[in-house]
Each structure stands twice: as C-alpha cells, then as structure tokens.
C-alpha cells in the first residue's frame, strides 16, 4: 500500500496570521496551480487513480479534493480527524501579537503542551490515529493500493511517526511546504518513509 499526504495550497490569510483549525479560503492562484499539477501528474500516469481519498472538511482541502473527483481521482471520503491542529485563543491572531510565555511555554513542550483552549501534538495525533486504525488498515485497502490524504501540516508531521512507531519524544515541528506530497509505503506489515516533495 502507498500513503500520499498532500498539504493543502496557501491560504489567503494575512502574513504571520495564526490559522489552524480556522476555516480559511485558499489563494485563488495557487488553488489553481495546485490542482492543475495534481491533474497532470495522475494524467501523466505517474500515480495510478486511487482506491480512496480522504480529506479534511476545510475549505483549502476539501476544494482540491473536490475539484479532482470523477476526474482522476475518487469522489472524497469527508473526516474531521484530518483537521489540522487547534489553537484555540490563538486562532485568528498574528503571531508577533501572542504573548511570549504562553509560546514558550508551547515550545518547551509541543507535544504535551498547548495552546489556551487548543489542543496539543499529542490530541492531534490521537485523531491521527484513530482515523489511521480505520481507514488504513492491512484489512481496509489491499497490498497494491493507492490511498490519498489531503490535509494540513500538522497531520502530516505526525501522522507518519504513529504509523512508522517513531516515540514522539523524538518528535520535532517542521516547515512543510504548501503542496507538498509526502509519500509512505507499506512492506512487511510496517509503514517506510519515502520521500517529502513538492508537486512539480
């Protein structure tokens, strides 16, 4: 079985803005580039169509998702488990603008710690994982599938530690580009990390 993560496009937000959980618009241009590259990769015959896409209810992935159904891909299964991150009294403020010992206090902890009246790493991956039990199951999609998710960054980041049993104590936030395609394959029972990249 392969695994396809796919970030969502950018959102038009404005620079900095804390978004998460919130439901905000992608940018009209980069929508379109997105989807116009997805479109040309599956046309090109670089990734059969998928047995299943799952995405997250936002706007900014559930639009792609949409925009590709009964074209080359499957219409889209709808779970909110693959939102992304909430951060609750953070959301919809600049960063700049959050105090700095309620971040620091964040920081020093990411995946225990959160957000006042958010959710930490961890919640977030417990959805994760609950969604993964499932619908990725070895009994759910045969040995040969294709599954896509399309979501956000924080499902991406942890997503592939619960599914390749990293502790998350080695656990550590990156920067993940806006459409990039993060690939995993199942052999033997267990979940192989792939490759990271940007859809071309």
Known sequence: MRLLLI???????????????????ADAQDF??????????????????PDAVY??????????????????????????????????????????EIPRAELDAWRANVVENRA???????????????????????????PDSLV????HAGIIQTLPHLLREIP????RMGKLDYGTITTLTRRDGRFELESHNVAP
């Open 7 to 25: 970030r969502h496009p950018r959102p038009d937000v404005p620079e900095g803005l804390c978004y998460g959980r919130t439901d905000v618009p």
């Open 32 to 49: 379109e580039s997105l989807v116009a590259r997805l479109r040309a990769r599956w046309a090109a015959g670089t990734h059969p169509r």
């Open 55 to 96: 995405t997250s209810p936002l706007q900014r992935c559930e639009r792609v998702a949409r925009a590709l159904a009964g074209d080359v891909w499957p219409e889209p299964v709808v779970d909110a488990r693959l939102m992304e991150m909430d951060f609750g009294d953070w959301e919809g403020r600049r960063w700049p």
């Open 116 to 142: 006042p009246g958010g959710e930490s790493v961890g919640l977030m991956s417990a959805r994760a994982g609950a969604f993964a039990g499932e619908h990725l199951g070895e009994d759910r999609h045969g």
């Open 148 to 151: 896509v998710l399309m979501t």
């Open 168 to 171: 998350f104590g080695q656990f």
